[in-house]
């Protein structure tokens, strides 16, 4: 099989990194590239490669609306690229080909495009444009409340329901699910995280923590409008000074 593949990225960089791991592919025949969504629209439509590196961010045309524009049905195969997690997880979970996240790894590269081409030969044209057609619903319409998480480990990706999840710790760049014994990484910004968890059931009382409030044990008022909060679990946790009244106001009495 021998591809054409089109990198479609406003960055100039970004597209030179994915033209130059593209030609170590023995599989890929020409690469092409677009540096918007207007011109990945009009090279989709003119040379019809079969594979797209879309980046999702663009600015006026981004990639879901290139998707949009050129129609489920006529749309090749995508590898979603993004430099925000909140895509990524969204993508995934509306079944898209594939995602990197930036800066791209060689190895990540790697996993994708090896199933991409799995992709290639093992799902018919209908069921193509099947998942694109979820996507596209899913991106116009999407979730208010996040019910899982889907955590990628290398070829393996495992979903935690959100109700099993203790707490949620921001680490470095990423986030930490604490769920009973076992913990799961996350490449996604804490403050993503807390917009599409339901409020009645998570808190956050730490710029660094957010709590399932069903979780909790008890609680001690310290000083200066801090709590320290104690899950079932045992784990205890401070909260930060600008978040007392929040606090009080989800987990006192309302009378």
């Not at 909140?86 to 790697?110: C, G, H, N, S």
């Amino acid at each position: 099989m021998q591809l054409k593949v089109l990198v479609v990225d406003d960055e100039p960089l970004a597209r030179e990194g994915l033209k130059l791991l593209l030609g170590r592919q023995p599989q890929v025949d020409s690469v092409s590239e677009a540096r918007n969504g207007r011109e990945a629209t009009a090279l989709i439509r003119e040379q019809k490669p079969d594979l797209v590196f879309l980046d999702v961010q663009m600015p006026r045309t981004d990639g879901f609306a290139v998707v949009h524009t050129i129609g489920a049905e006529r749309m090749p195969p995508v590898i979603f690229v993004t430099a925000h997690d909140q895509y990524a997880i969204r993508a995934f979970e509306i079944a898209a080909l594939d995602y990197l996240l930036k800066p791209v790894t060689e190895e990540r590269f790697a996993v994708a495009f090896k199933r991409a081409l799995n992709r290639l030969t093992g799902v018919s044209h209908e069921d193509a444009t099947q998942q694109v057609l979820t996507m596209l619903n899913a991106v116009a319409n999407p979730p208010k409340q996040l019910e899982r998480f889907a955590v990628r480990c290398g070829e393996r990706t495992t979903f935690v329901p959100v109700d099993e999840v203790d707490w949620i710790e921001a680490f470095q760049n990423y986030i930490r699910l604490h769920a009973g014994p076992t913990t799961h990484l996350l490449h996604v910004p804490m403050n993503t995280i807390e917009t599409v968890l339901d409020s009645d059931h998570f808190l956050r009382i730490h710029r660094s923590h957010i709590v399932n409030l069903r979780r909790i044990a008890q609680l001690w008022s310290i000083a200066h409008g801090q709590y320290v909060i104690e899950l079932k679990s045992g784990q205890r946790l401070q909260s930060g000074r600008t978040y007392g009244e929040r606090i009080r106001g989800k987990l006192t009495n309302p009378f």
